[in-house]
Every structure is written in structure tokens, then in C-alpha cells.
């Protein structure tokens, strides 16, 4: 049974929070707020969906899972046991932190670190993007993808999809080079129905994310986005595109965090329980060119 709803936000930790204000007004046009001891980034009418905490480092820390209730979430946290792996309930202080009613904190197989949470317990005010921004697609999809590294990648992803519910959207087997082996990248969907809320990707990542992914509600701010990242001088990590899977026209670029962010628009729904799993042949119908995020 699916109980995990969607992917509500994520956790970077940073050695300068204001790097990540600065990056989330100026660049993703976000607003920024204080959030346990760092900075949150504001999205929509919740106080944040990406939280930067003060660290040693500049890497991705986790994943934010929401269920629906007080029910999926204990039938969550007994099914992780059940399949053996170690959940650490945390407590009201750790949930307040989050704007939850209830955490508790796991690592996968490939030693990511994800959070289940359930009840929202923040604050309910409007959008106001600081240059602009019409707005991200969030509600019940939550706040958008993240693209995680799976080494091991058979037991990574059996707990995504045996334990945790996941539905399998798209197979994609990658081929860097002619003469190289397989890349496997395979996209889960959650209950809400976004093409994929997580994707596990058969590859290392010494900042603990391949990408993370937010989606805009209009084409017109992914082109001024564009824009602004010469502008601002951030890093381009692939140019504008055409995904085949889930048609997301997008461009990637750096965060403060050492891992990517994918600002797209118009990526497509599935129906989980029917929706068919379709394997990509390719990364994309146009665009995206990655090799100018290795120059």
C-alpha cells in the first residue's frame, strides 16, 4: 500500500545559510525565511520547502516524506521495521523543526538519510515571489523530485518499491559512452501522482544528490530563470530541454549545496495503480545538453 503522498520538502546543509538565501531569492525566486538555525525557502503557502541548516559542509542531508495521517504514518515507520531497517522516532522538538506533527529519520541501503513526517503544523500564508515568479506547481504533488545516488541499487530500490510503495514510472538505462556499461536511473512515483517524486540513479555523489527538481507554473519563468543564471553567474549544469519521460522542459543549474537543481515546467501526471511503466530511450527529445556542467 502507497502511504507516502509526496516528497515535502528537502534538507541541505550548509557552512554560510545566507548563500542559500541569496541563491533561493535572487536566482530560484523564492522567499526566504528563518528555519531551525538556518534558512528556508518559501514555495507556496507552507513556511518552506527547502531548508538549509548550518554545517560542517555543503552537501545534500535529506528527504522530507509525507504521509497523510497519524495511521500511514505508524503503518510506515512498522513496515520499515518489519523489512529490517532502523527508524529513530524523533521528537516534538525534531517535528517542530520541520513544521510537523511527527518525524522519524531512516537511511536506505545506499545510506541516504530520508525523514517521514505527516500533519503539517506551519503556517498558511500567500506566495510572493521577491523578482516575480508566478508561482511553483506544489499542493498535494508536494514540492517537486530529487534524484538520489543507488549503490547498492537492487536493495535501494526494493525499498522503495516493496517496503515504501512506490510505483515505477519509467526505466531508463544509460550509456555515458560507447564502450561503457549501463547506467540504470529508474523514476517512482508517489500517491499524489507526479511522473516521479524520486529517482535512483546507479551512480555515486559525493554531495549525496544527483539533482533536485522544482516546477514553475509557467514556461515563461523557466526562460527568465534562464536568464538570470548568466546574469547571476551561476552555474550552468545542462541547457534547456525537452525530457522524454516526463516531458519537463527545464534547464539545470549548481546550488550553494554542491548538487543540482532542475527548474522546469510542464512535466505530466501519472495514475498510480494504473499507469504503465514506459522505459525512456533517450535523455531528452531536444536540448539538455549535461557536458557544459563538466567544462
Known amino acids: 500500500m502507497l502511504n507516502i503522498e509526496a516528497l515535502a520538502y528537502i534538507v541541505a546543509e550548509t557552512t554560510d545559510p545566507s548563500q542559500w538565501q541569496a541563491f533561493g531569492e535572487r536566482m530560484l525566486g523564492m522567499q526566504s525565511v528563518p528555519a531551525d538555525g538556518g534558512v528556508g525557502l518559501k514555495m507556496d503557502g507552507r513556511d518552506f520547502r527547502i531548508i538549509a541548516v548550518r554545517g560542517a559542509s555543503d552537501r545534500y542531508l535529506a528527504s522530507g516524506w ?137 551512480m555515486p555523489s559525493a554531495s549525496g544528490c544527483v539533482h533536485v527538481m522544482v516546477e514553475v507554473n509557467a514556461l515563461t519563468d523557466v526562460g527568465r530563470a534562464y536568464d538570470r543564471l548568466q546574469a547571476e553567474g551561476v552555474k550552468l549544469m545542462a541547457t534547456l530541454g525537452e525530457h522524454e519521460n516526463d516531458r519537463m522542459t527545464s534547464f539545470y543549474m549548481m546550488t550553494p549545496g554542491n548538487f543540482a537543481i532542475e527548474y522546469g515546467w510542464g512535466g505530466i501526471s501519472v495514475e498510480p495503480g494504473v499507469w504503465q511503466t514506459t522505459q525512456t530511450q533517450q535523455v531528452s527529445i531536444w536540448g539538455h545538453d549535461f557536458s557544459v556542467g563538466f567544462r
Request: proline share 7%; aromatic share 10%; charged share 15%.
Open 66 to 202: 509525507e504521509v497523510p495521517d497519524r495511521a500511514a504514518f505508524d503503518a510506515t515507520v512498522a513496515a520499515l521495521q518489519q523489512a529490517g531497517v532502523a527508524v529513530a522516532l524523533g521528537s516534538a522538538a525534531d517535528a517542530a523543526a520541520r513544521k510537523m506533527s511527527a518525524i522519524a529519520t531512516f537511511n536506505d541501503p545506499a545510506g541516504n538519510r530520508h525523514e517521514l513526517v505527516y500533519g503539517y503544523t506551519g503556517g498558511w500564508t500567500p506566495f510572493v515571489s521577491p523578482i516575480g515568479v508566478q508561482g511553483f506547481k506544489t499542493g498535494r504533488q508536494g514540492m517537486g523530485h530529487t534524484v538520489l545516488p543507488a549503490i547498492p541499487f537492487e536493495p535501494t530500490l526494493a525499498l522503495f518499491r516493496d517496503t515504501l510503495g512506490f510505483g515505477l514510472s519509467d526505466i531508463f538505462n544509460f550509456k555515458p559512452a560507447a564502450d561503457a556499461p549501463d547506467i540504470r536511473i529508474y523514476f517512482l512515483h508517489a500517491a499524489a501522482g507526479r511522473h516521479h517524486s524520486v529517482a535512483l540513479a546507479e
